[in-house]
């Protein structure tokens, strides 16, 4: 199946401002050995959640985390995977009309580049760890930083947890959903990321 098939087939282009994306399989500029792409974006939709993208395979694979990233190794988050989105999502910060799939406002909350833990052939093993259910990769962006590992549930198809892993980035006390509200990219805050989209 095509990686993007369910990304296109839940929206509906000429009204949503979302990009309808090119997976890296569909585009021609070959192999490139640059650190994959993580993202985290801050979506307001029916309910608040937190969508943790990471670039596995030429797509983003994606979950929503309804309290979003801790930076406390105690506090497991609830993942639950959402369909592949284009790389290109990455960046999309801006307000999905009403009465479109996804309706409201989405921030780039967190963006950077990531690395296996202890891997060196990158995407391949990143395949392998995603179908094995279990994916450790070290952050690089503005607010998460160090290991972070997405744990699927035994059994269940959809849930994963997220768990910040024990490091020198690991901070009880940080708690950055909180503390550091704003875009990484715009330094705006969802109000005004949602104003912006009325002019
Ligand atoms: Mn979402």
Same mark, same amino acid.
């Given at each position: 199946?095509?990686?993007?098939?369910?990304?296109?087939?839940?929206?509906?282009?000429?009204?949503?401002?979302e990009?309808?994306?090119?997976?890296?399989?569909?585009?021609?500029?070959?192999?490139?050995?640059?650190?994959?792409?993580f993202v985290v974006q801050k979506h307001d939709a029916?309910?608040?959640h937190y969508d943790f993208r990471?670039?596995?395979?030429?797509?983003l694979?994606s979950?929503a985390v309804?309290?979003g990233?801790?930076?406390?190794?105690?506090?497991?988050?609830?993942?639950?995977?959402?369909?592949?989105h284009?790389?290109?999502y990455a960046r999309f910060e801006g307000?999905?009309? &009403?009465?479109? *799939?996804g309706? =409201?406002t989405v921030m780039v909350w967190d963006i $950077? !580049?990531?690395?296996?833990? @202890?891997?060196?052939?990158?995407?391949?093993?990143? &395949?392998?760890? *995603?179908?094995? =259910?279990?994916?450790?990769?070290?952050?690089? $962006? !503005?607010?998460?930083?160090? @290991?972070?590992?997405?744990?699927?549930?035994?059994?269940?198809?959809?849930?994963?947890?997220?768990?910040?892993?024990?490091?020198?980035?690991?901070?009880?006390?940080?708690?950055?959903?909180?503390?550091?509200?704003?875009s990484a990219l715009?330094?705006?805050?969802?109000?005004?990321?949602?104003?912006?989209?009325?002019?």
């Amino acid at each position: 199946m095509a990686p993007l098939r369910t990304y296109r087939r839940k929206r509906d282009f000429s009204k949503s401002p979302e990009p309808k994306g090119r997976s890296r399989s569909e585009q021609s500029t070959g192999k490139t050995h640059r650190r994959p792409l993580f993202v985290v974006q801050k979506h307001d939709a029916s309910h608040l959640h937190y969508d943790f993208r990471l670039e596995i395979g030429g797509a983003l694979k994606s979950w929503a985390v309804p309290k979003g990233p801790s930076t406390d190794p105690r506090q497991k988050r609830l993942a639950v995977e959402t369909e592949d989105h284009p790389l290109d999502y990455a960046r999309f910060e801006g307000v999905i009309p &009403e009465g479109e *799939y996804g309706a =409201g406002t989405v921030m780039v909350w967190d963006i $950077g !580049r990531f690395r296996p833990v @202890g891997k060196e052939d990158e995407d391949n093993d990143l &395949e392998k760890a *995603y179908e094995r =259910g279990l994916i450790e990769v070290e952050l690089d $962006g !503005r607010k998460l930083r160090g @290991g972070y590992a997405l744990k699927k549930f035994s059994g269940r198809r959809k849930q994963w947890l997220l768990i910040k892993m024990r490091d020198d980035e690991a901070d009880a006390r940080r708690n950055p959903t909180s503390s550091e509200p704003k875009s990484a990219l715009s330094d705006r805050t969802m109000h005004q990321i949602a104003r912006d989209a009325e002019d």
